[in-house]
Structures are given as C-alpha cells and as structure tokens.
C-alpha cells in the first residue's frame, strides 16, 4: 500500500444520477478526512470519519450527501441526485490518528475529479 | 477560526526567474502548524513542507527555501531559478492541534515560460 487511494479517478455523472467515490487509506490509518475542491478554489473540509465512526461531518452539505468508513473496505463518500455545482475534484486524506503534540500526519490521495453533465 | 490568504492568484515569470508566493494567516492558537502543497496540471496535492508554530527557521531545500515570520503571519515560498516543471498550483494551509481540519488558502497558479 505506497498511498491513499482514491477511485475513480475521474467520474461523469448526469444529473440526477448517483456518484460514489471511494478512498482506501493508507495502511494502520484509521482516520479519513474528505475535501471538496470546487474550481478556482482551494480545498474545503468536508467530513472526518473513524471505523464506523462520524466524527465531524460540518463540512457536508445538509442535503445528497452522506460518507461511511465501515469496519471493512474503504470509506465511501456518496453524492445522490448530482447536480451540475457537484462538480470538483475531491480529495481523501487518512492519518493514523489525530497527534495533538507532534501536529498533522495528513496523507493525501490523488483525488477523484467529478464531472456532471 | 483560522484563515489562509493567498493574494496572488495567478504568477507568470520565464524560466530562470526566482518567483515568491506570500501566505498570510490568522489564528488564536498559539501553537499551529502551516503547510505548503503543490497541486500540478495532473491534479494531485504534493506535500511540500510542514512548518510549527515554535519554530522560527527558515528552510531551504533545494530550488525551494520558506521565509516563516511570525511577527506578521506570514509563511511565504520562494522558488530560485524555476523551471517549466514547476508549473502548478501552490497552497498554503494551516492547522492546530485543537483543529484536525486543514484551512486551505484559494491557491497560486505559477507559470513558468520557457
């Protein structure tokens, strides 16, 4: 396991479809964080999540989206009834834990960039 | 909350020509950590360097050197001679252990011309 990975890599959706982006971390990470980059911008937070935990989704929008870590497989960020403002490229980071004293062990995937068409 | 600002949204220099990126930031934690990312044309976020709060050093690595002021907030990025390759988008982001949310910056679009 060299990295985060995300997949796909790029995905085209038409509107109202659904779109699922998956994000395996890295290995004995157990903490993911989800970024959305929209065009022209930097990235914004998302959602943190632990195994089967939510633990801050404040970046989410209230409504078509959702993510999961569950106990096996990669955390899943789901986008129901995609619109065309859906589009961007989002980006899983995974750290092995949160280290309040040595700072951030962010580890970025390459990210999966979203198209709706 | 914090806050990352990136004035310079787009630089274009011709290769050899040194180039510097400002980041300036704002927190009420004493103890923080700033970032500096690299985003090429592929899309991928290439971790640069991890600067902390309590240390004040400037670095230099390679091409690369970071100039971190606390008396203004800033943590500015210089690239000396560049070259077509660094070509991409910079990010400047800051974090604090009492926020395991990254603050990103908008981003700089460097171009560099042969």
Redesign the interface.
Known sequence: NAGVMQNPRHLVRRRGQEARLRCSPMKGHSHV?W?RQLP??????MV?LQKENII?ES?MPKERFSAEFPKEGPSILRIQQVVRGDSA?Y?CASSPL?N??V??G??????T?LTVV | AQK?T?AQTEISVVEKEDVTLDCVYETRDTTY?LFW?KQPPS???V?LI?R?SFDEQNEISGRYSWNFQKSTSSFNFTITASQVVDSAVY?C?L?S??D????????TTVTVRA
């Not at chain 1, 022209?40 to 937070?45: M, Q, T, V, Y």
Request: hydrophobic share 30%; aromatic share 32%; no cysteine.
């Open positions: 964080y970024y022209e911008e930097g990235l914004k937070f943190y801050d970046g490229a980006f949160w309040r004293d700072g951030y962010y580890t970025f995937g390459s990210g960039r | 990352v990136q950590y990312y899309g991928e976020l971790f991890r902390n990010f982001a974090t252990p009492n395991y949310k990254l603050s990103f910056g908008a981003g």
